[in-house]
């Protein structure tokens, strides 16, 4: 009796167990917190950055978007008039028309081309490091000089273009200077930066498995039909973010085509051909200071780009597949 009466006195409360696990729990919470803590603090540099030179632009432009701004004078509240003058304006219609022909011209050939180039690399073998790096070499152009290159290359008379077709007596095209093929030529300067949907689809190509593509050689599939059978469904996530990087950076197309045609004073015939979206927005931005319009049209913009990946990614929900999930 003496034994078990001394061992139930020794037996500490319950309370004081409570009162250590919450401790514990207190203790957990606290180093929860300044992890937490020293985290935003390494964040705080990007954070600062992004609410000064992103966040706080892209709300004050909603706020000129409605005003009348000159960049001299204060703002003054129009109110809808900038988006009225929007359906007015033709050249808007005019500017985006050229953005949704070269953009559509201009998706398919890229990503095409890009897989071309991708299923030669992966086939490579031990080369395969150099000819990475070649393809990638001319991604680090400026746009400006890429927009130069392209009036030296499709000049219509001297140009290296028309040069190389008249060996095979065809007439080339004044590419420079035609509206019909103004835009084209810009298309097919825009295959100089294709290295980087290049390195995006090769990865994925080098994740299909090897024991797959050799399951469909043994049932006789030859090279197209294991590439459109097999590859292509197997890599159709990475396709599908490069068809959706491209239309988002061909409906914001500038850099070539305005160095081609509209920097250092041109007035070249193919102006109106050339004149993208985003090249009209920044002459009614810097070179007339409408602050205000060129406000609302990048709203216009964005909302289009929203639109048009919004039906992409609804599009894709039959064409995608991902991996671990059935086909749609």
Known sequence: MTTGASARVAAPPRSAGRR???????????????????????????????????AWPLLYSVVLSFTDYDVIQDPSFVGGANYAQLVADPKVLTS??????????MVPLHVLTALA??????????????????????????PVAVGVLFLLLFNGQKGVIN???????????????????????LVLMSLWSVAASVVILLAALQAVPQEVLDAAAVDGAGFWRRTFGVVVP????????????????????????????????NTTYGNDAALFYVIYLFQQAFQF???????????????????????????????????GRESW
């Not at 250590?20 to 600062?48: C, I, N, Y």
Request: proline content about 4%; overall charge positive; some cysteine.
């Open 20 to 54: 250590t696990s919450r401790e514990s729990r207190g203790r957990r919470g606290r180093g929860r917190r300044r992890d937490t803590a020293a985290a935003f603090l390494f964040l705080s540099p990007w954070l600062v950055g992004f609410c000064v030179f992103t």
């Open 96 to 105: 985006l028309g050229n953005t949704f022909v070269y953009t559509a011209l």
């Open 117 to 142: 180039l991708a299923l030669l690399l992966n086939r490579a073998g031990r080369s395969a490091g150099f000819f990475r790096t070649a393809f990638f070499l001319p991604k680090m152009t400026p």
């Open 163 to 185: 040069g190389v077709l008249s060996w095979f007596g065809i007439q080339g095209p004044a590419w420079t200077t035609d509206p019909a093929w103004v835009k084209p030529g």
């Open 234 to 265: 197997m890599i159709s996530p990475a396709l599908f973010f490069v068809i959706v990087v491209s239309t988002i950076a061909g409906l914001q197309t500038f850099d070539e085509a305005y160095a081609a045609f509209f920097g250092a004073g």
């Open 289 to 323: 200071l409408d602050m205000g319009y060129a406000s609302a049209m990048a709203w216009l913009l964005f909302l289009l780009i929203m639109a048009v990946t919004v039906v992409q990614v609804v599009l894709s929900r039959r064409l995608v597949h991902y991996e």
